[in-house]
């Protein structure tokens, strides 16, 4: 079909060009800074955090410590002597993570058999074989301590979960699960501001909620002292990082 | 009256009894409790035996999991896990479905009859 209906021959289409997605620059935008690196603010010398982070850097290298966050759901097999086989595999979700530097710890919880389980593991200790994220989900808050006083479905995990696939490389999806508490006593009071929690369904009397506020102090975060800034230190620490990991 | 989180056991903490024995099992109106721990410190934390109080008897005991947590990459349970035994280290029930610690594994020689019946290992 060289002539069109007009008699004159067609105009050249070229082909359409192919959309190349690059998915390098990508992962490149997308940064991922671990709160281990970040120093605590004070007054020790910047020498020990350097030396700290060439170490996890050097670990780094050898075993791959994936980016989650609280509330993702992940595997960890341990070198364990003690057990069958050597090695020992937990299914939980992160309910939190602490410290600094090399001990940089984790904490899994699931539930087995109706008996919670928690497991805090060190990010660089040289026992962990492997890390596998399962499932990424980032939660409303920062310190998911609160399952323990949540209804048992809340915490429960399937052992032999298969990891969820995921394309994007771009963002991470919010839950925004509101979840069910069972009754009071609770480990910690929960509805009391300072923990500033959203990720809980609470059913309490709109007395007692009332009364929770009493306890709000709304000029914390105008505190110019409790400032700590840190998003200078971390880009310096994000160039040394990323630069030190091509390597 | 319920007490707070009680963290390692001691005298007078309630604790759960986890084997399928049927001292352990049965309804009574007062929970199992410690009375003593057999230990130069007063506190129990896993693997150590207890004196419990049972149904108006007293029994001895292996302690199989706490609150309290304990060493890095070692489990934490949500309640005091105990298991009856004998005085020469015998079991007394017959399965144990709740999650056990590896660490009991160390001291193979006084616990193995208890490990035979674990099921679950964590």
Redesign the interface.
């Known amino acids: 079909c060289r002539t069109s209906s007009d008699g004159e021959p067609a105009k050249f289409q070229p082909p359409p060009k192919p959309v190349i997605i690059d998915r390098q620059k990508q992962r490149e935008e997308r940064r991922f800074l671990s709160p281990e690196f970040i120093p605590p603010r004070g007054r020790t010398d910047p020498l020990k955090f350097y030396i700290e982070r060439k170490d996890m850097i050097q670990r780094r290298k050898v075993f791959n410590i994936p980016e989650f966050y609280v509330g993702h759901i992940l595997a960890v097999t341990t070198a364990d002597p003690y057990a069958n086989e050597k090695a020992n595999r937990f299914v939980g979700i992160c309910i939190q993570r602490g410290g600094k530097g090399l001990g940089a710890t984790f904490i899994l919880r699931n539930v087995i058999e109706d008996q919670g389980v928690e497991i805090c593991y060190e990010l660089y200790n040289p026992r962990i074989q492997a890390i596998e994220v399962l499932k990424l989900e980032k939660r409303l808050d920062d310190n998911l301590m609160y399952l323990r006083d949540a209804l048992p479905e809340y915490s429960t995990f399937d052992v032999n979960m298969k990891p969820v696939f995921r394309l994007d490389h771009e963002e991470v999806p919010v839950n925004k699960l509101q979840v069910r508490m069972k009754p009071k006593p609770w480990s910690k009071r929960w509805e009391r501001p300072k923990y500033n929690i959203k990720g809980i369904k609470f059913e309490l009397p709109e007395k007692k909620m009332k009364e929770a506020q009493k306890w709000n102090k709304p000029w914390l975060e105008f505190d110019m002292m409790r400032e700590y800034d840190t998003s200078k230190i971390e880009e310096k620490i994000w160039k040394e990082v990323s630069e030190e990991l091509k390597k | 009256s319920?007490t707070g989180?009680c963290q390692a056991i001691q005298k007078l903490t309630r604790v759960r009894v986890v084997d399928n024995s049927a001292l352990g099992n049965t309804p009574y109106h007062r929970p199992p409790k410690c009375i003593h721990v057999y230990n130069k410190t007063g506190v129990g934390k896993v693997g150590d035996k207890i004196l419990l109080a049972i149904k108006g008897e007293k029994k001895k005991a292996l302690i199989v999991?706490h609150k309290m947590?304990g060493p890095?990459?070692?489990?934490?349970?949500?309640?005091n896990?105990v298991v009856l035994i004998e005085d020469n280290g015998n079991p007394i029930g017959t399965r144990i479905?709740?999650?056990i610690p590896?660490?009991l594994?160390?001291r193979e020689g006084e616990f193995s009859k208890v490990l035979a019946i674990a099921r679950?290992?964590?």
């Open positions: 319920i989180a999991g947590p890095h990459m070692t489990p934490r349970f949500d309640s896990n479905k709740t999650p590896y660490i594994r160390r679950n290992f964590v």
